[in-house]
């Protein structure tokens, strides 16, 4: 089981930005799908973003895109959630999640096997 430490959450004003990261504990990513998701109070989480460890193909949710982008730093064995024009409709607690690479779709949590502690990104108005 891999162990995934995000960081890069906070406070910010609608218009603003946020990075969040996620460290990975396995000695590669390239055998990964790694990704993001969040949850807002009351709400079902939901897919962000995900990309595969052996390809620069990004996947986002439609609520995300043109505004998020994610990505991935093989050497540091990490991806990030760059967060642009953030809106408060953006607020939830955020998760990065990773899984071996397989046939199952990867806008679906099944597709992950191993998730963050998640962390906090709130948006005012």
């Known amino acids: 089981q891999a162990q995934l430490v995000e960081s890069g959450g906070g406070l910010v004003q609608a218009g603003d930005s946020l990075r969040l990261s996620c460290a990975h504990s396995?000695?590669?990513?390239?055998?990964?799908?790694v990704g993001w998701f969040r949850q807002a109070p009351g709400k079902e989480r939901e897919f962000v973003a995900s990309?595969?460890?052996?390809?620069?193909?990004?996947v986002y949710a439609e609520s995300v895109k043109g505004r998020f982008t994610i990505s991935r730093d093989g050497a540091k064995n990490a991806w990030y959630l760059q967060m642009d024009s953030l809106q408060p409709e953006d607020t939830a607690v955020y998760f990065c999640?990773?899984?071996?690479?397989?046939?199952?779709?990867?806008?679906?949590?099944?597709?992950?096997?191993?998730w963050g502690q998640g962390i906090q990104v709130t948006v005012s108005s």
């Open positions: 396995a000695y590669t990513l390239r055998f990964y799908t």
């Open positions: 990309m595969w460890g052996n390809s620069d193909t990004t």
């Open positions: 999640a990773s899984g071996l690479i397989s046939t199952t779709p990867i806008r679906t949590s099944r597709a992950y096997s191993n």
